[in-house]
């Protein structure tokens, strides 16, 4: 995506989806997985999704990270409709506007913790220099300067989170959606992940958009969100 | 640049898997250029001995005239014939005109050297010994040049011969079987009596048919001895590309009314013989070739499965399809140019050695270790033919991992 094309798609503001439906087919049938969910994340705020296993929360995440796309309704980052755009143009939106943080942190093992950081950089086409500038800033920024160089697959569970919200922040996307980030995590590296999310959010200006099955760190979101049955029901 | 180097580092995590995918290339590439190696070279070495011996080309009979029969009389007078096929028609033995012969061979730039032979059968007699042969009357200036004689003197010189008009080249199982040496003298019987020979030189061609069946005196002195003032005669012919041989063959065959034969079509059988071992060599390393592929196909599918969190969360970072083919074809390729230098070195150094390795062969050519034929198409084969196998055994790995959809993976492994 050359500048012209960035600026021309750049989003600015909330991510929004009005009535969005999804299902899956299965074996059995179709599963109704969302049934007409709307909501909407506004920038540096942290807009929580909590609700019982199953309801959808996660399929609601990707379809707004454009991993998936709806059998209806819309999807918008900004004023910008998304849900129907080309494929090159959602792996480059992904590349540039969005960044994800799923439960099981997935960073890649071959690679050191520096490294998983500066993959969405290099992919923009930053170079190795400033590509490992910034892993560094945000490296230190998680306290995590010290692993830099270390083994992805070497580092502690809460330290390969931090590193793939690292990962996750390196391309400074306007959005962040993060999958039970601390699903895996005991309660004082859990409270510290949101107080990262949170100051993230509130120095960048980035929406924060969380799935969360503890209801503690969503009563802490500025936005909350309860799901059942692929609906919104708070 | 970057799917390269993600590439390099899936390579270089999986030594155990990887390391056997590049000794299967390795060993598919050595081995085949290993076999071609032999295989080709003694082929080769058997077409430098036979062109060195009897020439690529060899004219002798003469057609019988042409059989023709009137197709049409037009109202006009014109008489239009049907000539028939030279397929199955008779000969009259020999060259009948030399001299014209050479004359029109002298049109003829791709023709080396011509060299005029008359042949007949006789008996050598020392005295002691007889034994049948076949007399080759030549003209040395010009079978020199149609022939690799000089090289293949192995006791005496050309010049005891040049200068010496009853002098006799014989071949090496000959002199052996009689018992002659250099300055040694021998009758030859038959023909028009008997003439006294003085042994000039002793030759080996390596084809013992040869070695123990020819000997060589001056065209003039065979003549004479043969009772034959001219004809009777066949051309031995070197010409500059010897591959060419055939076309030229049918060419010359029309043009001069008398039967040319390329020494592809003379030694056919021998050159089946060899076609159909680098052939079945050709096949069974390929064959090795296919199960390596097959192991690298087994690896890199094995590796889409294991990577197929990496490649959706590399799919959620803005990687594209082309972007993750990329990455695994990569793979491929490290293995197959890692695979291609590797096996090229073990293929010259085995090579080498094979080269070495003492193998005493007497019969269609004379060699006392491996004859071996270092050529670069063999390498350029083996690479293509390891190419085309990795191609496929990480193309369609590549082409899966480019399908998965991340969304799908991401909710399969929570």
């Given amino acids: ?234 | 640049m970057l799917c390269f180097k993600l590439a390099w580092r899936f390579v270089i995590a999986r030594k155990r898997p990887m390391f056997l995918s590049l000794a299967g290339i390795v060993f598919g590439v050595s081995f085949f250029v290993v076999t071609q190696a032999q295989t080709s070279g003694f082929e080769k070495f058997f077409i430098q001995t036979i062109l060195g011996t009897n020439g690529a080309l060899r004219i002798s009979d003469r057609f019988q005239d042409t059989y023709g029969t009137v197709e049409q009389v037009d109202d006009d007078g014109d008489t239009r014939f049907l000539f028939h096929s030279r397929e199955g028609s008779l000969y009259h033995e020999g060259v009948d005109q030399p001299s014209l012969i050479r004359d029109a061979l002298d049109d003829y730039p791709e023709l080396l050297g011509v060299s005029e032979i008359i042949e007949g059968s006789a008996v050598l007699d020392t005295g002691f010994r007889r034994k049948s042969i076949v007399l080759n009357g030549i003209r040395w200036e010009d079978h020199l040049q149609s022939s690799d004689l000089n090289n293949q003197i192995i006791q005496g010189t050309m010049n005891n011969f040049s200068s010496d008009q009853m002098g006799v080249i014989l071949g090496s199982r000959i002199s052996q079987r009689l018992g002659l040496k250099i300055g040694d003298r021998v009758s030859l019987v038959g023909g028009t009596g008997n003439l006294h020979l003085r042994v000039s030189a002793i030759f080996e061609s390596g084809v013992s048919q040869i070695d123990k069946n020819r000997i060589y005196i001056h065209l003039i002195t065979a003549r004479s001895f043969l009772g034959s003032s001219s004809g009777g005669s066949v051309f031995q012919i070197a010409i500059n590309e010897p591959e060419h041989a055939p076309g030229l063959a049918v060419q010359l065959q029309s043009s001069l009314n008398h039967r040319v034969v390329s020494w592809q079509e003379r030694e056919r059988v021998w050159l089946d013989v060899f076609k159909a071992l680098r052939f079945s060599s050709a096949i069974t390393v390929s064959c090795i070739l296919l199960l390596s592929g097959l192991g690298m196909f087994n690896v890199f599918a094995i590796l889409v499965i294991e990577k197929t969190r990496d490649i959706a969360i590399l799919r959620s970072m803005g990687f594209s399809r082309m972007d993750i083919s990329a990455i695994f074809l990569w793979q491929g390729t490290i293995v197959l140019v890692a695979g291609i230098t590797i096996g090229s070195l073990f293929a010259a150094s085995g090579t080498y050695l094979i080269s070495m390795i003492p193998l005493r062969i007497r019969g269609i050519f004379s060699t006392d270790s491996f004859v071996v034929n270092w050529d670069l198409n063999h390498y350029l084969w083996a690479s293509c033919i390891a190419f085309v196998f990795v191609a496929v055994a990480t193309w369609i790995p590549a082409r899966r991992a480019a399908r998965i959809e991340p969304a799908k993976i991401i909710r399969e492994t929570l």
């Fill in chain 1, 1 to 234: 995506m050359d500048c012209s094309q960035k600026n021309k798609m750049m989003p600015n503001g909330s991510m929004r989806v009005e009535n969005l439906f999804h299902s899956f087919s299965e074996a059995n049938g179709t599963v109704k997985v969302l049934n007409g969910v709307s909501l909407e994340a506004k920038p540096g705020e942290i807009t929580s999704i909590a609700g019982p296993s199953g309801c959808g929360k996660s399929t609601l995440l990707y379809l707004m990270g454009l991993l998936d796309r709806p059998d209806s309704g819309k999807v918008f980052m900004g004023d910008l409709e998304v849900q129907n755009l080309e494929d090159d143009e959602r792996t480059k939106a992904r590349n540039h506007f969005i960044g994800f943080v799923f439960q099981f942190h997935f960073l890649i093992k071959e690679l050191t913790a520096i490294e998983n950081i500066r993959l969405p950089l290099l992919k923009q086409g930053k170079d190795e220099y400033s590509a490992n500038q910034k892993a560094n800033e945000l490296l230190s920024e998680l306290g995590l300067e010290s692993k830099a160089q270390r083994p992805a697959y070497k580092l502690s569970g809460g330290e390969q989170q931090r590193v793939a919200i690292a990962r996750a922040l390196a391309n400074s996307p306007k959005y962040l959606l993060a999958d039970e980030p601390t699903g895996n995590l005991d309660s004082s590296n859990s409270e510290g992940v949101f107080e990262l999310l949170d100051r993230m959010a509130k120095q960048t200006g980035l929406s924060v958009i969380l799935v969360t099955h503890n209801e503690k760190l969503a009563d802490l979101s500025h936005r909350k969100y309860w799901m059942e049955d692929g609906r919104i029901v708070i």
